[in-house]
């Protein structure tokens, strides 16, 4: 059974503190999206690969946030500085390049203090 | 123009009874159109997707409607049951674009009562 994973699941962390999510996506996708979730703002798109190479990172906060993908089974999002309003639940997804579904995986909730 | 506008925000609905949920899109180049449904503490989940050449797909209690003239599309549950209970979301994307990107909407709150 195929599935995304992310770690950790839960991340507490103090303000200013640097915050890395990890993404292992599906094996054979190669398109992998980077989502945030709040109840104020619903799901954002942060960040967009594909082929590991980045496409669209115009939802993401460019000071503080960076994505990469350093190999075909592993993306990273990195917070640095933290801060208290970046406390959301961050979520990773894959999909096939020629595909329209996205899978997602369960999930990163942050907790910036 | 990228927006995918969805309502209610929340809905209770008695077991048994039609849960109906409306999005609406201005992007005349959407030609994607799936539902994600997300319960508590998981991740979206595709649950059905429509592309435009069809007015409307059915899988089991789930079918979405689609009116292209008039930009629209819903899900509605049939026969809605506790189990249904969960956020749904309505996404768009221009498959034939450069991107497979998904425009998702706010989402709906769903409450299958007992």
């Known amino acids: 059974d195929a599935r995304v994973t992310q770690t950790p699941r839960d991340k507490v962390t103090e303000m200013g503190q640097e915050v890395t999510m990890r993404c292992q996506p599906i094996?054979?996708?190669?398109?992998v999206f980077w989502y945030r979730q709040t109840m104020m703002q619903g799901l954002e798109l942060l960040a967009y690969?594909?082929?590991?190479?980045?496409?669209?990172d115009s939802g993401m906060p460019k000071d503080r946030f960076s994505a990469e993908m350093p190999d075909a089974t592993l993306a990273t999002l990195k917070i640095q500085p933290s801060e208290p309003r970046d406390s959301a639940v961050y979520f990773c997804?894959?999909?096939?390049?020629?595909?329209?579904?996205?899978?997602f995986g369960p999930g990163t909730r942050l907790l910036v203090l | 123009q990228q927006q995918v506008k969805q309502s209610p925000q929340s809905l209770i609905v008695q077991k048994g009874g039609i849960s109906i949920i409306n999005c609406a899109y201005e992007n005349t180049a959407f030609d994607y159109f799936p539902w994600y449904q997300q319960f508590p503490g998981k991740g979206p989940a595709l649950l059905i997707a429509?592309?435009?050449?069809?007015s409307e797909k059915k899988e089991g209690r789930f079918t979405i409607s689609f009116n292209k003239s008039a930009k629209q599309f819903s899900l509605h549950i049939m026969d809605s049951q506790p189990g249904d209970s969960a956020t749904y979301f309505c996404a768009a994307s221009n498959y034939g674009g450069a991107t497979n990107k998904l425009i998702f909407g706010t989402g709906t709150l769903l409450a299958v009562q007992p």
């Open positions: 094996l054979g996708h190669n398109t």
């Open positions: 997804a894959s999909g096939a390049d020629l595909g329209e579904t996205q899978y």
């Open positions: 690969f594909r082929n590991r190479a980045p496409l669209d």
């Open positions: 429509i592309r435009p050449d069809v």
